[in-house]
Structure formats: structure tokens, C-alpha cells
């Protein structure tokens, strides 16, 4: 028997109704289920427990997802699956930018939900790099310690982020196309490839000197990336 303990899922969503049904097909699933019933509450106990995902809704009153999510990524990398009563791509990319690991629209099934929660958790987990310790662009990344170091100085990055990084670092000077980077970092086969755009802009944002004028993440034209040395 395991002795590893169950991952631990908060739901902050403001439908008690909903966030039962879906707490309860979470633990059908083995994960351990808190539950918040608004923003405040839901951001307060994830600082404070560090859940190992969290499932939060878009639109709470008093503090909705978006400020919740950008609250949360200030201190914390908690991967977050975020629940949107509407579907329009502003409120995705959004969420996205923020720092969401994955969407799903409502209304959707339970089933799905915890589809979508199982494989962030893998994705989360089971990232590795095959080197210990990554080096190009005044970068040093230290796979084993999970750490970013840009000209000496700690860098923060958010999952995706990083996981990106790994990606370009460990193949310099090779093209990744946008859905080739979907399907390794988010284990996506299908999918909307706006997701890597906006997760390559923040980062670019967070390692190179101009943003808008990238000097080792290039854009590759028609195909998608590639890391200059």
C-alpha cells in the first residue's frame, strides 16, 4: 500500500450546490477536498495549506477568480484549473495570463472537471529535465532545486513558465511549433494554441532585457519558437 498521502484539491466557488458535485467526484478520484465558499476565503486557505490544485471559480462576488489567481501567483506556484460561466476567449486568455494551468467552461461535466484536474496534477508532477543544471541567455536553471537565476538574481516563474523554459533550454537552436509546445507542456494533443502564445509572452517579459524585442526567445515565423543561445 502507498504510503504517499492523497493530493490535496481546494474548490473556491460560490454554488455550494456545484462545488459539492464536484468535491464529491474529486474524491471518488482519491484527492483529498477542501472547500471555500468565496475569494477572500478561498485565497486566505490556499496560502495557507498550499493545496496541491486549485479549482476556482471565475465569477465570485467581493473578489472574483482573476484577482484571486494574480493574489495566488504572487507567492505561490499552485497549479489552478479555473470554472468560467462564460466562454468568451478574452476571459480565457485572461485567466491564462494570470497564470491558470487550464479552463473549463460551464456549464461541464464532473467527469470532466476531474479529467482536466488529474492531468494538471500529472503535468505538475512528472515534468523532469535531463540535465541538473540548464545554462544559456545570462540564465542558470537548476532542475533539481526547481530554481531560476537571470544575471545572478532569483526569478519567479509560474508552472508553465518554467516548464517552457526547460523545454526551449534543452534544445537550443531547435523550432518547437506552437502545438508541439501544447502537447509536451500541457498534454494537450487538441487545443487552443493562444494558451503557448500567452505563456511565451510572460516569460519573455521575465528573461529578456526587451520583451518586445526578444533576443534569445525568438519567434520563428509561421512555425512557432526557438531558443538562440
Known sequence: MSSEPDPRVLVVDDDPALAEVVARY?????????YAPDGPTGLERAL?????????DLMMPGMDGFEVCRRLRETADVPVVMLTARGEEADR?????????????????????AARVRAV????????????????????????????????????LTTK??????TFLTAPGRAFRREELL???????????STVTVHVRRLREKIEDDASAPRHLA???????RWEP
Not at 495557507?48 to 476556482?56: G, K, Q, S
Not at 486568455?93 to 472537471?113: C, R, W
Not at 513558465?161 to 526547460?166: A, G, H, N, T
Open 219 to 225: 519567434t520563428v515565423r509561421g512555425v512557432g519558437y
Open 26 to 34: 474529486l474524491r471518488r478520484d482519491g484527492y483529498e477536498v477542501d
Open 183 to 193: 502537447e509536451t507542456v500541457w498534454g494537450w494533443s487538441i487545443g487552443d494554441t
Open 121 to 156: 496534477l500529472r503535468r505538475a508532477t512528472a515534468q523532469a529535465a535531463p540535465a541538473a543544471l540548464l545554462i544559456g541567455g545570462g540564465l542558470e536553471v537548476d532542475t533539481l532545486a526547481h530554481t531560476v537565476r537571470r544575471k545572478g538574481a532569483p526569478v519567479t
Open 48 to 56: 495557507a495549506t498550499r493545496p496541491d490544485l486549485v479549482v476556482l
Open 161 to 166: 513558465e518554467y516548464d517552457l523554459l526547460v
Open 93 to 113: 486568455i485572461a485567466g491564462l495570463d494570470l497564470g491558470a494551468d487550464d479552463y473549463v467552461t460551464k456549464p461541464f461535466s464532473p467527469g470532466e472537471l
